[in-house]
């Protein structure tokens, strides 16, 4: 299955370290073969991401904070310096106060809720945007999602939220950019250990759980989200696009309580 992406740039952005959603599909895509380019957000993170983009042959790290619209338009005009057009983009970036991310929704403030939607959901559509400006047909477009948009889980509260709107966002831009060939899909990725994952409640919990009542009755990893990626980037997923793709050991289709698990 070698090279599925031989030929093809792409933009990885929200990578911050090797536990990051970004860095399994970095390396997926890397190993298939495309050349790729990072943005980070902060100089903090610059030490972080570099030497993992140069372990994969990249040296192209740009500085983006994507709720700032000129840090956005800087980074597609150094990408559009560099390659003049790019062939997909992955967005791995979300966030929200860990404060909020306990106990009840209900509570959510205004600012936060204001400030989650514009990181972890306005961002993809303005990221979109500027991708398909230099896309060509045959581009792919890609984000990620969690399944506290489809149903209620604990602590998730104001990110379920910012997830099902992110998810929507999807469908209207796959919409929109689809006439041009261009396509536009989510994976909804199963609970995974990383920096932003550690600011929600329990979150140990939540992964124990899903390792006892997923179907595969284990949780998945960045790798598997990768391979998963490979498809929906490459020209394997040319017919799929609006497409919400999970990859979480199956846990979406669960009912109820595995009769095999124990209490925890
Ligand atoms: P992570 O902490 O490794 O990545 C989150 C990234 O978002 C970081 O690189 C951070 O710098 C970036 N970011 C936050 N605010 C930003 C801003 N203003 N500008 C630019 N970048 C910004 O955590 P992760 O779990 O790999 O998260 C990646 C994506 O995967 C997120 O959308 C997350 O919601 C989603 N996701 C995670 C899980 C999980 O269990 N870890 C499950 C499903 C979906």
Redesign the pocket.
């Known amino acids: 299955m070698a090279g599925l992406l031989a030929g093809k740039r792409g933009l990885i952005?929200?990578?911050?370290?090797d536990?990051?959603?970004?860095?399994g599909i970095a390396k997926a895509c890397a190993e298939q073969g495309a050349e790729l380019a990072f943005?980070?957000?902060?100089e903090q993170?610059k030490k972080r991401v570099g030497p993992l983009a140069a372990s994969v042959g990249s040296t192209e790290l740009i500085e983006?904070?994507?709720?700032?619209e000129a840090?956005l338009d800087a980074l597609f005009a150094r990408i559009k310096d560099i390659w003049e057009t790019v062939d997909f983009v992955v967005?791995?970036?979300?966030?929200s106060d860990k404060n909020e991310l306990r106990g009840r929704y209900v509570d959510t403030g205004r600012e936060n809720f204001a400030m989650s939607m514009d990181?972890?959901v306005y961002?993809f559509t303005a990221v979109c945007r500027r991708a398909a400006a230099i896309m060509k047909p045959g581009g792919s477009l890609l984000?990620?999602?969690?399944?506290g948009a489809e149903k209620v889980m604990p602590h998730y509260n104001v990110?379920g939220l910012?997830?099902a709107a992110?998810e929507a966002s999807v469908k209207y831009i796959a919409e929109d950019l689809g006439k041009d060939g261009i396509r536009c899909n989510a994976?909804?990725?199963?609970?995974?250990?990383?920096?932003?994952?550690?600011g929600?409640g329990d979150?140990r919990y939540i992964?124990r759980w899903n390792e006892l009542n997923s179907p595969l009755r284990r949780n998945v990893t960045?790798e598997e989200v990768g391979k998963a990626a490979i498809y929906l980037l490459s020209d394997l997923g040319s017919g799929t696009t609006g497409e919400n793709l999970h990859v979480d050991a199956g846990y979406h289709v669960v009912g109820m309580k595995a009769v095999d698990a124990p209490d925890i």
């Open positions: 952005m929200g990578l911050a370290n536990k990051s959603i970004a860095w943005s980070y957000q902060g993170l983006c904070d994507v709720t700032d840090s967005h791995a970036i979300g966030f990181v972890s961002s984000t990620l999602t969690y399944y990110m910012c997830k992110l994976i909804s990725a199963g609970p995974i250990k990383t920096l932003a994952a550690s929600i979150f992964m960045q």
